[in-house]
């Protein structure tokens, strides 16, 4: 596959003016729809030759991921790496690289199977890899997808709205379209336990597949490696990937359009903390976008790519007793994947355990199951397998073990000393560390050339006593503005989002934001102000906060008393919900301002926005909301509910939360 972001970056470097005056052979039209055509030759040939070369390497089973975290992709690589234990051969494929119109051409392979794990994110829209797909699916009622085998396993989360809408729908719309469902739906909570959920489907999923093909399992149940090990000792330097995500040296030369593939590096301007006191870490950092020609709207989330502590990766290598700093590639087996590399490479341990692999998750079971065969304790062993089967013992082990006690991969190494596997091995196993997603927390309009983060530090003592600490809240944290006289910077691009202001500023908006979900309505609340500064008639705006303390976590409290005395702001209600003896939470502060809201919901047009919690804030907001409606509008409670859903259809009650 060629990666066009590589090729248009490689192919953009400016050219020679002509000297000769000689007559060109061919026109500037020529030359536009000849260079038009090349282009488009190009553009599809990735695309085209894809089906045919799956047929040409005797791939049978294709597993297509959508995925943001992460998680979906692991899950159709361990699909993938599963066919080979049922005599199959597998691949994982994002749908993004591939011309899903060609998804019909499967049925030429014999006993070809196609699997998509789709996962569901925000309110429940496809993954940015899944929309193309996604769009297609939608588009092409006259396609024909019969011959086609198709499984789904989708990846959700219940506090959600639309819980697994996304694998929901692809399953749905393939039998619509013809294609032949060979096992049925699967459905994984990670509310709940997503690992089990997969297991389970997973462990009468084979069993299916090897009835309809009339094949059997080989019995082979030893560790498959998908990746070999080389060690470099003579190479040059600049050569090898310190950290970047895509492009070698692209951190060093940084060229736009800036995205998941190339983000831009970002110096850190501010970096302070918001609360008074408590023993929590509210921050507010500004990111410098000068010059990156990055544009974002109020409501968007800034993505951000984290490091490890230095502290975790120096203790890995120590207990495994690795030289961190040699430089390594682990070379994909199947030369035809178009996967070479688990993550860039050639690079060394040290960079692979700090940019591009997450040690601070507890490790998933086919982690623990591959590396089981390297504990030299046979207890160890059979320990570590029982965790990774589907027995309800293993379950309540691997629950109780590894879940409840948050033991990561360095946590597991430390408590069980007998275990010591390869380190090439760790690094093709452990998946890949993900950006993280914050909501913006400024306008654009007053903001052009910063992006703010509101962002609180996650840190908590685990059964075992161990302090464990959020990834990328730490990382942030300890971004200093200038570390002896060098800027920090952070990887960055951002996300678009639906979370967006009324397009009539007339409309009012009820913003409802406790804790860190205040992020977004700093940006909604300064454009406002923008607004009312260049003579337009703004809508009623109002803020609903929440937090523990007045004294102690009232976060942005300057800014929103000053948006309320410059009537920027026409209504500031906050919940302190420890300042008294009873808890106030907003969805009280909202029952206690009913009439008021119900007038501005029910004949003004408002818009209601809620940010934060999505298990249980989010949920006593709209619960709020249904009482209101029951109660002020004279509706049953199903009308209500309905009601309520219906502003959600119009866009106007738009949730950005997160469990």
């Known amino acids: ?156 989360n219940k506090t959600y709205e639309h819980y697994n809408s996304m694998g929901k729908y692809v399953d749905k719309r393939l039998e619509e379209l013809g294609a032949k469902r060979i096992f049925d739906l699967g459905l994984g909570d990670d509310d709940g336990n997503l690992e089990e959920d997969f297991i389970s489907w997973r462990e009468q999923f084979w069993p299916a597949v090897c009835e309809h093909f009339g094949v059997e399992a080989l019995g082979d149940d030893s560790s498959i490696r998908q990746y070999e090990l080389k060690v470099h000792t003579d190479m040059n330097m600049n050569k090898v990937y310190t950290g970047e995500i895509g492009r070698l040296k692209s951190f060093e030369v940084q060229k736009p359009p800036f995205d998941s593939k190339n983000p831009f590096l970002a110096t850190v301007t501010v970096n302070r903390k918001l609360n008074k006191a408590g023993d929590r870490h509210f ?111 293993g379950k309540a082990l691997y629950q109780n073990w590894v879940l409840d006690a948050n033991r990561n991969i360095l946590a597991i190494l430390e408590d069980m000393p007998s275990l010591r596997p390869p380190v090439d091995h760790l690094c093709e196993l452990l998946p890949r560390l993900q950006a993280r997603y914050y909501s913006i927390a400024s306008s654009s309009k007053v903001h052009p050339n910063s992006i703010h983060i509101c962002a609180v530090l996650v840190e908590y003592t685990t059964k075992t006593g161990r302090v464990n600490l959020g990834v990328a809240t730490n990382w942030l944290k300890n971004k200093p503005v200038t570390d002896n006289g060098h800027k920090s910077t952070v990887p960055m691009y951002i996300r678009k989002s639906q979370f967006r202001l009324p397009f009539k500023a007339t409309n009012p908006v009820i913003m409802i934001g406790p804790g860190t979900g205040i992020a977004p309505f700093m940006g909604f609340i300064q454009e406002r102000g923008w607004l009312k500064e260049q003579g337009k008639e703004v809508g009623e705006t109002v803020m609903y ?20 005395k410059n009537k920027v702001l026409t209504q500031l209600h906050v919940a302190f919900s420890r300042d008294q003896e009873h808890k106030v939470y907003v969805q009280h502060l909202i029952k206690n301002n009913k009439e008021n809201l119900w007038k501005l919901i029910h004949s003004d047009n408002a818009h209601i926005y809620v940010c934060g919690d999505a298990r249980y804030m989010a949920k006593d907001v709209q619960t709020a909301f249904h009482d209101m409606a029951e109660e002020l509008g004279g509706m049953t409670r199903t009308q209500a509910t309905d009601y309520v859903k219906k502003l959600m259809t119009k866009g106007r009650y738009s949730q950005d939360v997160w469990s």
């Open 283 to 393: 921050m507010h950092l500004e990111l410098d976008i000068t010059g990156s020609k990055i544009r974002y709207e109020s409501g968007d989330h800034v993505a951000v790519f984290p490091t490890n502590e230095s502290a975790l990766v120096n203790k890995l290598g120590q207990i495994l007793g690795v030289d961190l700093d040699v430089v390594i590639s682990l070379n994909n087996l199947d030369e035809e994947s178009n996967k070479k590399h688990p993550f860039p490479c050639p690079t060394t341990y040290r960079t692979a355990l700090t940019h591009y692999l997450d040690i601070t998750h507890p490790p998933r079971t086919n982690v623990l199951y591959e590396l089981a065969q390297y504990a030299s304790d046979p207890k160890d062993q059979e320990n570590m397998r029982k965790m990774a089967s589907s027995s309800p013992e």
């Open 545 to 564: 906060f929440g937090c523990r303390y007045k004294n102690e976590d009232y976060i942005y409290q300057e800014e929103l008393e000053e948006a309320e």
């Open 1 to 156: 596959i060629v990666n066009m972001t590589d090729m248009d970056s490689e192919t953009t470097t400016h050219t020679e003016p002509m000297v000769e005056e000689e007559t060109p052979l061919l026109s500037n039209l020529d030359l536009f729809l000849f260079s038009l055509i090349v282009g488009l030759v190009l553009l599809l040939a990735p695309c085209k030759c894809y089906f045919l070369s799956i047929s040409n390497q005797g791939k049978n089973i294709i597993v297509f991921y959508g995925s943001q975290t992460g998680t979906g992709e692991e899950f159709a690589n361990r699909l993938s790496k599963d066919a080979q234990r049922y005599g199959m051969k597998g691949m994982a494929a994002d749908p993004e690289e591939y011309d899903m119109g060609e998804l019909s051409r499967l049925s030429e392979i014999e006993n070809s199977l196609a699997i998509f794990c789709m996962a569901t994110y925000g309110e429940g829209d496809p993954t940015d890899n899944a929309q193309d797909f996604y769009d297609w699916l939608q588009e092409n009622d006259d396609e024909n997808l019969s011959g086609l085998n198709y499984t789904v396993f989708g990846l959700g």
